[in-house]
């Protein structure tokens, strides 16, 4: 385990920062400035910036590891899908919805590609695109949140995290729509899944 690893699992985010920081100075001096080595430090500065709430450092990390991703990696490459969720995430909390849905969907296309169409990875991808569609078009949220919830029902099972978190955006949706007793419905539902993973 790294310096930066065992500090923030002490919860010390400043000593991670700084920790990140020296570990970025040393691949720049130890390697050219769009070594992937350097794309993965800048990756993993982003999720110390979002504990820390500083989310504009954070977006800003991304897209200096995508910037080195997609000149070095294979255009097919898992770290590729991962940043490309990370930055559609990142662009939804900044309501930048527009870049959201374009990076959203470029990490559906990627993991479609390496995982194929029934993978929780996919499942997770149509849950992210459902959320960005919470400000503009309710049905489409819905059609997105149901796609996700095939997949996890059969990988799963109906009891699953998963599900529950999905049938919780799903109530989400319908509370933005005014339809309050869908929306109680899926807080049940959503309840009840997590009740019997307690008692499991």
């Known amino acids: 385990m790294s310096i930066a690893n065992a500090n ?4 010390d985010l400043s000593h991670v920062v700084k920790d990140h920081k020296t570990a970025l ?43 080195i991703g997609e000149e070095k990696l294979d255009t097919d490459h898992l770290e590729l899908a991962e940043t490309y969720n990370d ?35 996919v499942a997770k991808s149509f849950n992210n695109i459902a959320n960005t569609f919470l400000q503009e078009e309710f049905s489409k949220a819905l059609e ?32 933005m729509m005014e339809d309050y007793n869908r929306a109680r419905d899926y807080d049940e539902m959503c309840t009840d899944i997590k009740a019997k993973l307690e008692l499991d």
């Open 25 to 67: 100075k040393g691949y720049l001096k130890a390697h050219y400035s769009r070594h992937p080595h350097v794309a993965d430090v800048h990756y993993n500065n982003t999720g110390v910036y979002r504990e820390l709430k500083e989310f504009d450092k954070a977006l800003s990390h991304l897209k200096k590891a995508l910037s």
């Open 87 to 121: 930055l559609g995430l990142a662009y939804q909390h900044h309501f930048e919805l527009e870049k959201a849905h374009e990076y959203n969907n470029k990490a559906l296309v990627l993991r479609k590609k390496l995982y194929g169409d029934h993978h929780p990875q």
């Open 144 to 175: 997105y949140n149901v796609k996700a919830l095939d997949i996890q029902n059969s990988k799963f099972g109906e009891i699953s995290q998963d599900v529950a978190e999905t049938y919780m955006n799903m109530s989400s949706v319908y509370r």
């Open 8 to 11: 923030h699992t002490d919860g």
